[in-house]
């Protein structure tokens, strides 16, 4: 059994890196309890919280964190006939959160992530890792045995070619959970009491031309990198699927990585996942997932973006015709997808206008 | 999986000797050797005789058992590292594994020795994944699984074609890294086992590695020597060429290729920094390998490993013998390595 880490009597950090540069998105329809527990790690940034849900509720925040809410209401007003596009009642909500940022970094965690222990015991400092595993390149191009050959301690192997160590720009920071795995309706229900229990001291770069599922629970990236990729479509109500709203920014933005030379990174930091979702209503959420995924997967293992595309935006304009043509006759639901997207990104421009628009290195 | 769960009998240990007293070595892995056939190949370029402790149900091989089987001139292809290749040219079994010599048990974090022979059949035994990322790696071993967004179809796996283990203390470092950072070495242990994706490129060091010896054995040639190649691995290429193709050939045939677990415990030898003296011929030549290896598709005719092989070498000659003659050696090396692997093994 693992247990998550107890930092009363932690100090808070008084040298939080990035401290005016990066800001922390959190999706709630509860209570924000969880932040009292993260309070020495995360109470010098300023948080941007998405409230779903009934708009009328009023979300306690702990003393002393700085932060931003914007509830339906908000949402509603500030996107007009926009506001489409961002999902009611499902924690996909929270990309409108990346959309008002005006910072450079984005952290996202969810509200029943605690702070996790290491093997010695240690409390785990989630965004310091995540900042981390942002600032040092990534290795994309070739393999790296003993992982992220930049940490501490590693470096690249014999026969690793040298042309290709400097790196890339790393765009995703992708941690992992202890306790209960992010586990699909159909395992949850097979597998009730199974916890992860393996801490794997490792961050790693997912080569290019591989495809993941990305979790949003615990991820952070460069807003400036690849924010207009981070769409968490179209979920919750009114939609026929739910739980696949990281998956899907997850397949966007690693097929736009790949074509832009942007880093993925995975591996460290954990958090401890304390809430196991009813396996129940995530069957019923995921269902269509789960047979449109099989079509979803070689769509995006295929998809070439042309070189014209050098923005991020242009990218994701691409790639929603892409969805229009090749998965509107899976189900009609992704041409309103693709409608969606095309929407996101007129949004996202609208509120990070021009002089402050994502470009990417090309 | 416990080692007393998999079948000793589908297993041989191939041990390469560049060293002649391989008591130490033996006598440090007798307790994960035992009940396992043991085959050792003298570097037919050893003087000494070689000294191998009692209680090892082991066969030796030296140079004139290599000539005896593959002629005089083609015995030359066995030399130094590449001695161990013999071993697997002449095995009967369906696993192989294989570590250096200089190479002990290593401790996991809880202080156990690890049974490197043990986890590398079990990652054999068990599929691989190399079309889909895994975020909690290695999906079939006890207390993980296929994350959520995982595509169903792809969760049955692939056959596991090699099994690419790790080192303690000296890593698998080249000489310009080791000889910069004279003090360093690996402490970290990474408790995973994953599939490197399909298209993924990467070094497969020969240091500690098993494979599936029915299902590829071909496909692990001895055949790039980078001139001057010397008795210590900052002086070689020969296994990370070996690795390139053996993935290439692996994705190709839809088989899966896992990393790390388990470690060995890697002690010294050599020196990085006198290595460094020698001019280091192998930098170039993986530059040149990397687009070649990045942008080559062999035919779908190709459906064996031998075909394979053949087609590789083949685009190996045209597209990288004019850059430097090592190529052109390999690509012969390997086409004359297929013909002995067809006559060694079809003459039972």
Same mark, same amino acid.
């Given at each position: 059994?693992?247990?998550?880490?107890?930092?009363?009597?932690?100090?808070?950090?008084?040298?939080?890196?990035?401290?005016?540069?990066?800001?922390?998105?959190?999706?709630?329809?509860?209570?924000?309890?969880?932040?009292?527990?993260?309070?020495?790690? @995360?109470?010098?940034?300023?948080?941007?919280?998405?409230?779903?849900?009934?708009?009328?509720?009023?979300?306690?925040?702990?003393?002393?964190?700085?932060?931003?809410?914007?509830?339906?209401?908000?949402?509603?007003?500030? @996107?007009?006939?926009?506001?489409?596009?961002?999902?009611?009642?499902?924690?996909?909500?929270?990309?409108?959160?990346?959309?008002? #940022?005006?910072?450079?970094?984005?952290?996202?965690?969810?509200?029943?992530?605690?702070?996790?222990?290491?093997? #010695?015991?240690?409390?785990?400092?989630?965004?310091?890792?995540?900042?981390?595993?942002?600032?040092?390149?990534?290795?994309?191009?070739?393999?790296?045995?003993?992982?992220?050959?930049?940490?501490?301690?590693?470096?690249?192997?014999?026969?690793?070619?040298?042309?290709?160590?400097?790196?890339?720009?790393?765009?995703?920071?992708?941690?992992?959970?202890?306790?209960?795995?992010?586990?699909?309706?159909?395992?949850?229900?097979?597998?009730?009491?199974?916890?992860?229990?393996?801490?794997?001291?490792?961050?790693?770069?997912?080569?290019?031309?591989?495809?993941?599922?990305?979790?949003?629970?615990?991820?952070?990236?460069?807003?400036?990198?690849?924010?207009?990729?981070?769409?968490?479509?179209?979920?919750?109500?009114?939609?026929?699927?739910?739980?696949?709203?990281?998956?899907?920014?997850?397949?966007?933005?690693?097929?736009?990585?790949?074509?832009?030379?942007?880093?993925? +990174?995975?591996?460290?930091?954990?958090?401890?996942? #304390?809430?196991?979702? $009813?396996?129940?209503? $995530?069957?019923?959420?995921?269902? +269509?997932?789960?047979?449109?995924?099989?079509?979803?997967?070689?769509?995006?293992?295929?998809?070439?973006? #042309?070189?014209?595309?050098?923005?991020?935006?242009?990218?994701?304009?691409?790639?929603?015709?892409?969805?229009?043509? +090749?998965?509107?006759?899976?189900?009609?639901?992704?041409?309103?997808?693709?409608?969606?997207?095309?929407?996101?990104?007129?949004?996202?421009?609208?509120?990070?206008?021009?002089?402050?628009?994502?470009?990417?290195?090309? | 999986?416990?080692?007393?769960?998999?079948?000793?009998?589908?297993?041989? !240990?191939?041990?390469?000797?560049?060293?002649?007293?391989?008591?130490?070595?033996?006598?440090?892995?007798?307790?994960?050797?035992?009940?396992?056939?043991?085959?050792?190949?003298?570097?037919?370029?050893?003087?000494?005789?070689?000294?191998?402790?009692?209680?090892?149900?082991?066969?030796?091989?030296?140079?004139?058992?290599?000539?005896?089987?593959?002629?005089?001139?083609?015995?030359?292809?066995?030399?130094?590292?590449?001695?161990?290749?013999?071993?697997?040219?002449?095995?009967?079994?369906?696993?192989?594994?294989?570590?250096? *010599?200089?190479?002990?048990?290593?401790?996991?974090?809880?202080?156990?020795?690890?049974?490197?022979?043990?986890?590398?059949?079990?990652?054999?035994?068990?599929?691989?994944?190399?079309?889909?990322?895994?975020?909690?790696? *290695?999906?079939?071993?006890?207390?993980?699984?296929?994350?959520?967004?995982?595509?169903?179809?792809?969760?049955?796996?692939?056959?596991?074609?090699?099994?690419?283990?790790?080192?303690?203390?000296?890593?698998?470092?080249?000489?310009?890294?080791?000889?910069?950072?004279?003090? %360093?070495?690996?402490?970290?242990?990474?408790?995973?086992?994953?599939?490197?994706?399909?298209?993924?490129?990467?070094?497969?060091?020969?240091?500690?590695?098993?494979?599936?010896?029915?299902?590829?054995?071909?496909?692990?040639?001895?055949?790039?020597?980078?001139?001057?190649?010397?008795?210590?691995?900052?002086?070689?290429?020969? *296994?990370?060429?070996?690795?390139?193709?053996?993935?290439?050939?692996?994705?190709?045939?839809?088989?899966?290729?896992?990393?790390?677990?388990?470690?060995?415990?890697?002690?010294?030898?050599?020196?990085?920094?006198?290595?460094?003296?020698?001019?280091?011929?192998?930098?170039?030549?993986?530059?040149?390998?990397?687009?070649?290896?990045?942008?080559?598709?062999?035919?779908?005719?190709?459906?064996?490993?031998?075909?394979?092989? !053949?087609?590789?070498?083949?685009?190996?000659?045209?597209?990288?013998?004019?850059?430097?003659?090592?190529?052109? %050696?390999?690509?012969?090396?390997?086409?004359?390595?297929?013909?002995?692997?067809?006559?060694?093994?079809?003459?039972?």
């Amino acid at each position: 059994m693992v247990e998550p880490a107890n930092t009363v009597g932690i100090p808070v950090n008084h040298m939080p890196q990035l401290k005016d540069e990066l800001d922390i998105v959190i999706p709630t329809i509860r209570n924000l309890d969880f932040l009292e527990m993260w309070r020495p790690f @995360l109470q010098p940034y300023h948080l941007i919280i998405v409230q779903d849900g009934d708009p009328s509720k009023t979300i306690a925040v702990p003393e002393g964190f700085d932060y931003e809410l914007y509830n339906r209401n908000d949402i509603n007003r500030i @996107l007009g006939p926009k506001a489409s596009c961002i999902s009611f009642k499902d924690s996909a909500c929270r990309c409108f959160g990346y959309m008002v #940022s005006k910072k450079k970094y984005i952290f996202t965690i969810d509200d029943d992530c605690f702070v996790a222990k290491d093997p #010695s015991g240690k409390a785990v400092n989630a965004l310091e890792q995540h900042i981390k595993n942002l600032l040092c390149p990534s290795s994309p191009f070739f393999f790296n045995t003993l992982y992220d050959p930049y940490r501490e301690g590693a470096d690249f192997v014999r026969g690793y070619p040298f042309s290709l160590r400097e790196g890339v720009s790393t765009a995703v920071s992708h941690g992992l959970w202890l306790n209960i795995p992010d586990y699909d309706a159909p395992t949850q229900l097979v597998k009730p009491k199974e916890r992860n229990t393996r801490y794997v001291d490792a961050v790693m770069t997912i080569p290019k031309g591989t495809l993941f599922p990305m979790c949003g629970m615990n991820l952070a990236f460069d807003r400036e990198l690849i924010g207009p990729a981070m769409y968490f479509g179209l979920m919750g109500d009114g939609q026929p699927i739910g739980r696949y709203d990281d998956m899907w920014a997850g397949w966007c933005i690693k097929v736009i990585c790949d074509h832009l030379s942007l880093g993925v +990174k995975t591996g460290l930091p954990y958090i401890y996942h #304390s809430k196991a979702s $009813n396996p129940f209503v $995530n069957l019923k959420k995921e269902y +269509k997932g789960i047979f449109w995924q099989e079509e979803i997967i070689p769509f995006f293992q295929n998809v070439k973006l #042309s070189k014209e595309a050098v923005t991020v935006q242009q990218c994701y304009i691409e790639l929603s015709k892409m969805v229009k043509e +090749k998965l509107s006759s899976l189900d009609p639901y992704f041409d309103k997808l693709a409608d969606a997207m095309v929407t996101w990104i007129e949004a996202w421009d609208e509120l990070n206008p021009p002089a402050t628009a994502a470009t990417a290195k090309a | 999986m416990s080692s007393a769960e998999i079948n000793k009998n589908e297993v041989d !240990i191939v041990i390469g000797a560049l060293n002649a007293d391989l008591t130490q070595f033996l006598t440090s892995w007798k307790s994960f050797f035992s009940g396992f056939h043991l085959i050792v190949v003298k570097d037919p370029e050893l003087k000494e005789e070689l000294n191998i402790p009692e209680g090892f149900d082991v066969d030796v091989y030296s140079k004139t058992d290599m000539e005896k089987v593959v002629g005089a001139s083609n015995a030359t292809m066995f030399s130094g590292y590449s001695c161990r290749y013999f071993g697997y040219l002449v095995s009967k079994k369906k696993y192989i594994v294989s570590i250096d *010599d200089d190479c002990v048990p290593a401790k996991d974090p809880k202080g156990f020795l690890v049974d490197a022979v043990t986890q590398h059949v079990i990652n054999l035994e068990n599929p691989a994944t190399p079309l889909f990322f895994n975020t909690l790696y *290695d999906p079939y071993c006890e207390g993980a699984d296929f994350v959520r967004g995982y595509p169903f179809s792809l969760r049955s796996g692939v056959p596991c074609a090699a099994s690419c283990g790790l080192w303690l203390n000296l890593a698998d470092l080249d000489a310009p890294t080791q000889a910069l950072k004279t003090e %360093q070495r690996n402490t970290a242990y990474v408790d995973a086992v994953m599939t490197v994706p399909a298209k993924a490129m990467l070094p497969i060091s020969g240091i500690n590695i098993a494979f599936n010896r029915e299902l590829v054995g071909p496909a692990l040639v001895p055949a790039l020597r980078i001139a001057g190649e010397g008795k210590v691995r900052w002086e070689t290429l020969e *296994d990370v060429w070996c690795g390139m193709c053996l993935k290439h050939i692996s994705d190709h045939l839809g088989y899966g290729v896992k990393t790390g677990l388990p470690y060995v415990w890697r002690n010294e030898r050599g020196d990085a920094v006198e290595s460094l003296r020698k001019k280091w011929e192998g930098m170039k030549l993986m530059e040149k390998s990397v687009p070649f290896f990045e942008s080559l598709k062999l035919p779908e005719t190709a459906l064996k490993v031998e075909d394979c092989v !053949i087609e590789l070498a083949k685009a190996v000659r045209e597209q990288l013998g004019s850059d430097d003659p090592a190529f052109t %050696q390999a690509a012969d090396a390997m086409v004359k390595w297929i013909q002995l692997w067809n006559s060694v093994n079809s003459s039972g």
